[in-house]
């Protein structure tokens, strides 16, 4: 175990649907991520957050929204996706925004979109 | 932005023997570079970080090397077993001085008993 927990790990949702990623880390790190992993794809940035404070949004549509609580969780809000945003959710932390800084990765979501 | 490219998407190799795994870059070289292993199906966990000014890197059956004059970072794993049958990532700096990672695509490496 990495310290970073996702919930769920599977998630089949229909078009119309709205439903919400969960990351939780409780090792104290103050940066945290969202990555997408498409099949065939590198993984790619989706938002980062630093102290609570949203730092990057990389040309993410408007379909997935963010949220992040407090330093510890992490949530990532879905809704009208397309069968496109099929992939595998990765959250992820760090102790800070800082080069040479490993990240810790959660088992990720499988999301299907139907 | 910086890329990196792991041109083999897949390695298979005998148990016992060394596994070498490429990662290339392009642009300028960048301060450090990491490794990840991924196992199917979960989040990749961190293994190595190489400084540009370190040529070579251990930890324990691992080996990582940084070329800048190739513009490469090789992985080794010696004595590879099974259980090291993973996809393994490289990654580096989305720009000078930056925190982000861009990622390479991984290699599949299956080690055959």
Redesign the interface.
Known sequence: E?G?T?TPRHLVMGMTNKKSLKCEQHLGHN?MYWYKQSA????E?MF?YSLEERV?NNSVPSRFSPECPNSSHLFLHLHTLQPEDSA?Y???S?Q?????????????T?LTVV | SQK?EQNSEALNIQEGKTATLTCNYTNYSP??L?WYRQDP??????LL?I?ENEKEKRKERLKVTFDTTLKQSLFHITASQPADSATY?CAR??GA??????????TKLSVIP
């Open positions: 990495t970073v996702q940066a065939k794809k590198p993984l940035l980062v990057e595998l990765l959250c992820a760090s800070d925004m800082l080069p040479n800084t490993e990240a810790f990765f959660g088992q990720g499988r | 990196i301060a450090y990491q199906g979960r989040g990749p966990v961190f970080l400084r990532l700096p989305r001085g930056s925190y982000q990672l861009t990622f390479g695509k991984g």
